[in-house]
């Protein structure tokens, strides 16, 4: 596949991730298709195209003809096979679990084109987990944005061994016509480039609160007024969800074996509590106005 080729997209997983991803490519001129299995998702999805699109007007970020045009592009829907069956690019945002993801891919093997390419948005596990279940492993690659999709600019891109030349030109060049920046990621590492940055800084500050070494609120700050970053390890997590932290946390440990790997007691404690973050109202910080 080609970058001219690429016309229809489908976005398989419509939360906190997929729905953005999927705006953002109808904005820069991409049909696209949001996908999810939760028809409240898919509802709630729908309403913050509804609410987004007429508010960048009125900020004079776009002009009411995109709005209109974007608004056109965009659908969605519960029906896997049918999201999928004219998609040139499936892009994969369900659950950070690779059993679950193994098996979408299987699904959108059998529905999608033959040509199109499948990638994954995972923040963590690389492509060559999940390719083998499909017969086109070199369209199969990772295509990860970062939270805020419609804000942030940065699109990783990771050519696996089994994927192709074209495949990854073909998805650094999407990238480029959706108004991202990308990197290519020319080899294989479980969370690829920021993630295993930011997971260093983030685990550090979780075990800093687990020994009572300061507050969450003081361990913000020293990230934001020492360092310069936008916001705290704490924050980021209420932002990109605590049951993610949890996720990656756990399937590290199955694969490794090492304790160290497992999510810190509070990060446990937060994901019982059923506190995940901005999403449910509460993390470390409440978000309840
Ligand atoms: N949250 C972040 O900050 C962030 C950033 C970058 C990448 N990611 C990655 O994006 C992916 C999605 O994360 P998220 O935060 O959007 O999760 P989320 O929980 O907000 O959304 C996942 C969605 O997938 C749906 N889903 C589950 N099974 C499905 C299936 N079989 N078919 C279709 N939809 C299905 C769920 O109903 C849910 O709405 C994960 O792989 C995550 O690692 C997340």
Redesign the pocket.
């Known amino acids: 596949m080609r970058i001219d080729e690429v016309k229809n997209v489908c976005v ?7 729905h953005q991803i999927a705006l953002q490519c109808a904005l820069y001129g991409f049909k696209t298709v949001g ?4 028809p409240a ?1 898919l509802e709630k999805a729908q309403q913050f195209v509804d609410g987004y699109l007429p508010g960048r007007v009125q900020k004079g970020k776009l002009t009411e003809e995109e709005a209109k045009k974007a608004k056109s592009l965009i659908s969605f829907t519960g029906d ?1 096979q049918e999201a999928v069956k004219d998609a040139d690019l499936v892009i ?5 679990r690779v059993d ?2 193994r ?2 891919f299987i ?1 959108l093997d059998k529905f999608a084109p033959p040509e199109a390419i499948l990638a ?6 690389v492509s060559s987990r999940i390719a083998d279940v499909t017969k086109r492993p070199a369209q199969v690659c990772n295509l ?4 805020p ?1 419609l804000v942030m600019k940065l699109v990783e891109v990771v050519q696996g061994p089994h994927v192709s030349d074209q495949t990854a030109q073909c998805m650094m060049d999407f990238c480029l016509k959706i108004d991202k920046i990308p990197i290519l990621i020319k080899k294989e590492v479980d969370g690829f480039v920021l993630n295993r940055i930011f997971a260093a800084i983030s685990k550090e500050a979780q075990w800093m609160l687990e020994m009572g070494v300061a507050s969450i609120e003081d361990i913000d700050k020293a990230c934001v007024y020492g360092a310069g970053h936008p916001m705290g390890p704490f924050r980021l997590m209420d ?3 605590i ?2 932290a949890y ?2 946390g756990m399937s590290h440990f199955y694969e490794s074996g090492d304790r160290a790997d497992l999510p810190t007691p509070s990060v446990v404690r937060k994901v019982t509590e059923g506190k995940f973050g901005q ?1 449910t109202g509460e993390g470390w910080y409440s978000y309840k106005k």
């Open positions: 398989v997983g419509a939360g906190n991730m997929g996908t999810d299995v939760i998702v896997l994969e945002a369900v659950l950070e679950l993801k098996k979408v699904d994954t948005n995972s923040s963590y596990i990860h944005f970062f939270n999709a932002l990109t969800g049951d993610l996720d990656i999403k």
